[in-house]
């Protein structure tokens, strides 16, 4: 009988051994097949669906030890539920179609992925003062309606902030978010990182938020970097409007060469600092520049020309260890707020430059950016840039004259503080118009000539067949084949008066006239492609029929 017994105990034993082993087999497949997604994005998948088919899967290639990757992400889905009255704007969906974009074009996969936190107290307190860190504090607290009280109360710019229980440790997500990404690339595991981020940063001061800024991301940011003994830091802010935070927390520290391209429009447009003027005080003179541009649509061209006859000399000049982007994208194309036109090529570009500034050391930094499918599309190409895509941008027209005096502007104002924007040796630029002497050292004034005081005084050369002129006779060479004519060898330029004596047309559209009939047969079905609505009484063509009802209704006047 104990013989039996003891058979079953040990039978019962080795049962219960072989299904803890089981038990431990099947928590460790599992638990490898979870490790590869962020607990917080779990939540994110749709009901039924498994790990496999989460869209931010993290890559199978990881940081190990000091094992080094090209490109570090990091973003955290607890900072979405920062939202309130005036989301129509700053808005969880900027970071949402960000990530949506960086999946659908395989970008996300190819970079590293790095778990967001909350930034701590001390970290905070480097830039910002205790009794705003404790205001933001109490505000996780407070109902929807006591924190817009707390707002209106505590916060001068009260018009661009908006606060609920969880904006407060948002914010903090968003600091360590970047902070994590700085980290990475400080410790040499990852060369350059992406932090997809809000609420941005540029515009919070000391002592309040503003501008839909809560916490100084970049400055926290780049105190972390002093601490690991970086002395050169280059912060580059695209953002169309000024970031008057970054440029007061660092206005007297050589530390940090502050750079800002925005819109100023002589102090109208938000938040009415980032004046030319601005260049640092103390021991901090010269390491402020600030490019305002004075009207709206700026774009590829301005911004590039910038780059080259700006910041870039002065960043090779500074030698930077690590270069932060403040990236907003509300200077892109689409923008409700911008009203400028830089494309997502140009922000790639822009990277790419920077990237050879600081020896790849680069981290880009969600700032603005109300457009969505803008915001996610620069992202992207800045994405790509760093890790390593080669750019392409041409822009099709020159730089506008106003963007050329305030590059010109600007560069004069800081050139005492850098040799590379100092005149140096023989005039380098002379005006190629018969009879005008004018000569510069910088070519971005040699461009505002151009367009403005000589523009009215080049000769023309004129085609006689049609309404073609041009600057240079080969120009008109070339287009005169077109007409299976030769050029007068005259050196002197044709007079166009009484050229169209015979065989004119005239478009009863627009009034342009032209050579023969099939040139104005073509002209006419141009125009009905792009105004195809026209007036039944008057004839006046629209491109959309509500403008085309509204003139019948109020200003048609009959036939012409």
């Known amino acids: 009988l104990y013989t039996i017994k003891f058979e079953m105990s040990i039978e019962l034993l080795i049962g219960f051994m072989l299904l803890i082993a089981l038990i431990i087999v099947v928590a460790a497949v599992v638990t490898r097949r979870m490790r590869r997604v962020s607990p917080e994005l779990v939540a994110l998948l749709p009901p039924g669906a498994g790990v496999r088919d989460h869209p931010y899967r993290r890559p199978r290639k990881r940081i190990q030890g000091m094992q080094r990757v090209r490109t570090v992400v990091s973003f955290d889905l607890g900072t979405l539920l920062h939202e309130g009255d005036m989301t129509e704007q700053e808005r969880p969906a900027r970071v949402k179609a960000t990530l949506a974009r960086l999946k659908e074009t395989g970008t996300?996969?190819?970079?590293?992925?790095?778990?967001?936190?909350?930034?701590t107290q001390?970290?905070?307190?480097?830039?910002?003062?205790?009794?705003?860190w404790k205001l933001l504090e109490n505000s996780s607290v407070l109902s929807e309606a006591e924190c817009r009280e707390l707002v209106v109360r505590e916060i001068k710019d009260s018009d661009s902030i908006y606060l609920n229980r969880y904006s407060?440790?948002?914010?903090?997500?968003?600091?360590?978010c970047l902070l994590n990404v700085m980290e990475e690339v400080l410790s040499s595991r990852a060369t350059n990182g992406v932090a997809v981020i809000r609420p941005p940063g540029h515009h919070a001061v000391e002592t309040e938020a503003m501008g839909f800024c809560l916490l100084g991301n970049v400055p926290i940011a780049c105190h972390k970097a002093f601490e690991a003994n970086y002395e050169r830091i280059l912060v580059v802010d695209w953002d169309i409007h000024h970031g008057n935070g970054t440029q007061d927390m660092f206005l007297r520290d050589p530390r940090v060469l502050y750079i800002s391209i925005h819109r100023w429009d002589h102090g109208d447009?938000?938040?009415?600092?980032?004046?030319?003027?601005?260049?640092?005080?103390?021991a901090g003179a010269g390491f402020t520049i600030n490019v305002g541009w004075n009207q709206a649509r700026m774009g590829d061209a301005e911004y590039l020309r910038c780059f080259q006859e700006l910041v870039l000399p002065v960043a090779r000049e500074f030698q930077p260890q690590l270069t932060v982007i403040s990236a907003?994208?509300?200077?892109?194309?689409?923008?409700p707020l911008g009203r400028c036109c830089v494309s997502s090529s140009c922000y790639g570009k822009m990277t790419t430059w920077l990237m050879g500034v600081s020896g790849g050391r680069v981290i880009v930094a969600l700032e603005g950016g109300y457009n969505l499918r803008t915001v996610a599309e620069g992202m992207e190409a800045c994405s790509r840039a760093l890790l390593g895509e080669q750019t392409r941008c041409s822009p099709k027209k020159n730089p506008a004259a106003g963007a050329l005096e305030s590059i010109g502007e600007t560069r004069r104002i800081v050139s005492p503080f850098w040799n590379s924007l100092q005149d140096q040796g023989e005039e380098q630029f002379k005006c190629s118009v018969a009879g005008c002497d004018y000569s510069t050292k910088l070519r971005a004034n040699m461009d505002l000539h151009a367009q403005t005081h000589c523009a009215q005084n080049q000769r023309m050369w004129a085609c006689d067949d049609c309404s073609f002129s041009a600057a240079k006779k080969e120009k008109l060479?070339?287009?005169m084949l077109t007409h299976k004519r030769g050029v007068a060898s005259s050196d002197e330029p044709r007079s166009h008066a009484g050229s169209h004596t015979e065989h004119q047309y005239e478009c009863d559209i627009c009034g342009a006239v032209l050579s023969d009939k099939s040139n104005l047969r073509r002209h006419k079905n141009r125009h009905t492609r792009e105004l195809p609505y026209a007036c039944g009484r008057c004839g006046k063509r629209f491109n959309d029929r509500s403008n085309m009802k509204r003139h019948e209704q109020h200003s048609c006047k009959g036939s012409a």
């Open 168 to 176: 407060f440790r948002a914010a903090r997500l968003a600091v360590g």
């Open 328 to 335: 907003g994208f509300d200077s892109g194309a689409g923008d």
């Open 122 to 132: 001390s970290e905070a307190l480097t830039v910002h003062t205790p009794r705003y």
């Open 108 to 119: 996300m996969a190819r970079m590293h992925f790095v778990r967001g936190r909350e930034c």
């Open 477 to 479: 060479k070339s287009h």
């Open 269 to 282: 447009f938000y938040p009415a600092t980032g004046t030319p003027l601005t260049v640092g005080d103390g």
